[in-house]
């Protein structure tokens, strides 16, 4: 499909300027996606503590993380469907309330298996809210602000995804007992967002709903019309990477800073985490003028960087090369996701866009979910270094695929 100027620059010059109260609208709909991405990673400078406290392995901690990984791509089958028949608010809701039950069940999580199953809720409101939560802020955004819209959604969940961990980080370095305080605190953003969650004037697609139960029946996986998957293809190539090294981070990270370069204060694993995805906030503003090519090719350089960096980290014992390593994986996954997000707004219809969404997040987030978790048992037998080296070798030949790709195919374009 060939992409037009209008979907590689950001518009606004047709028609009159959109009303304020709908400006407003988008940006409720966009707290919504950061505050349920404050809680998946508040987890993050804790996982040293309980593993601590619990005793279990590096191979564990990423199966914990998994559980997360799991509940994400199992709602990312149906949220995305139901979300474009029954409209945005009736999946929404039950998200945000699922969120806020993980809360609770992190407060008094004294088990691996309490802890998994917090985390499963995390992933299934996470769900959600990329498919449905996400597509709310483009639908809300109007017809004039459909890039806007698309940086607004992909800006929300990478700064939530930073500032959990920075609390999380600031809590465990100040209270001897962070995990009440922390939660708590998520809780009384989850139920503000609940609230804006059903004030919000979310439409829903009734018509399209009616067809498909007549011909495809209500269950079957989440597509898109063929005119659009290519697009959704080049969002997933350097997506995924970025992702999954960001996910390699969040798991594993606090352990190489502990275990192999003796660094175990939590606010430094928590500011390492933030790091990456403020970084992932500010690059998207930076680039967000650029065409969609650009972007995702510097999304894919970025990955590539990151993985170089992540080697010399733990092969020579550099705590700052961690940092920069992790800075990099977040403008990686921020450069793909803002790439893909913007391919969607502006080219997939409102009625296919949380299916849309989901495809892009179940193709970045499958990778994101084996690929740690293989590299943490691998870590169990080899070591922290020689795992860590191997991860990153698999990630950069992936990300010089993904770039070869994007460049030749999107150079037609």
Known sequence: MTMTANTDRVTGQSGAPPQQPKRRQMISAAFLVAAVFALSNSPTPLYIRWQAQLGFSAGTLTLIFAAYIAGLLLTLLVAGKLADRLGRKPVLIPGLVLAIVACALFVIADSVLLLGLARFLTGIA????????????????GSTRKRQASLAASVAMVLGAGLGPLLAGTFAQ????????????????????LIVACALPLKSYHKRAAHENATKGPWRLPQVPHQYRLQLAYGIAVFAP???????????????????LNVSNPLTAGSMASVMFLTATGVQFAVSRLHVRT???????ASIAGMITLVIAVNASLAAFLVI????????????????????????PGTYR????????????????????????????????????????????????????VYRRLQRS
Do not use: R
């Not at 972007?295 to 350089?301: A, D, K």
């Not at 080899?382 to 993904?402: D, M, P, W, Y």
């Open 354 to 405: 949380a299916e849309a969404n989901s495809i892009l997040n179940i193709g970045g987030y499958i990778p994101a979910g084996l690929i740690p978790v293989a590299t943490g048992f691998l870590i169990d037998s080899v070591g922290l270094g020689t795992g860590a080296t191997v991860f990153a070798a698999i990630l950069a030949a992936t990300s010089i695929a993904a770039l070869t790709f």
């Open 295 to 301: 972007i995702f090719m510097l999304g894919s350089v």
């Open 242 to 260: 970025g992702i999954t090294a960001t996910s390699f981070v969040l798991s594993l990270g606090p352990s190489l800073l502990a275990n192999l």
């Open 174 to 193: 100040i209270l001897p007992d962070p995990v009440l305080p922390l939660f708590t605190s998520e809780l009384i953003i989850l139920a503000s967002a």
């Open 126 to 141: 996470v769900g959600v809210i990329v498919s449905a939560g996400m597509a709310a802020v483009v639908d809300l955004g």
């Open 325 to 348: 390593s992790a800075a990099l994986a977040g403008a990686g996954q921020g450069l793909g996701q803002l790439g893909g997000l913007t391919l969607i707004g502006t080219q997939v």
